[in-house]
């Protein structure tokens, strides 16, 4: 698991928040997992319903797969905009960087070097 590093909000929320990655190891398919872990933000009190990227109390994605794809109706991995996301590459970076997206081809470290070089939002507030 890697370190917690706090993000602005994207979106309407204004929330600040607390992200983390980590690595996982199940026997379960992709759709199943996606299913605990629904049941995990449920119990925390996530309700899914009303505005998109409203604020939440816990959200937990599935960014990679095992360096695959998979898709159906309710998930897509990866994860579609992980790409765009210093908050998912930054602590990603620190506990797999060698992982390949199966898209580009290029590691954690390279996609989060490249965003970056290029980021213009703000910095997220001090701890």
Request: glycine content about 8%; hydrophobic content about 35%; charged content about 25%.
């Amino acid at each position: 698991m890697s370190p917690t590093m706090r993000s602005r909000p994207i979106g309407p929320s204004q929330r600040v928040y607390s992200n983390s990655a980590a690595l996982v190891s199940t026997d379960l398919a992709p759709r199943a997992l996606l299913g605990e872990l629904q049941a995990v933000e449920n119990s925390f009190g996530r309700k899914r319903q009303g505005q998109r990227w409203r604020s939440r109390t816990l959200d937990l994605d599935i960014v990679l797969w095992s360096g695959g794809c998979w898709s159906d109706e309710q998930l897509t991995v990866p994860h579609t905009e992980f790409r765009k996301r210093d908050f998912v590459l930054g602590p990603a970076a620190g506990i797999v960087p060698d992982w390949r997206d199966p898209i580009t081809g290029l590691t954690i470290r390279q996609l989060y070097h490249r965003l970056a070089k290029g980021l213009t939002r703000p910095p997220p507030p001090p701890r």
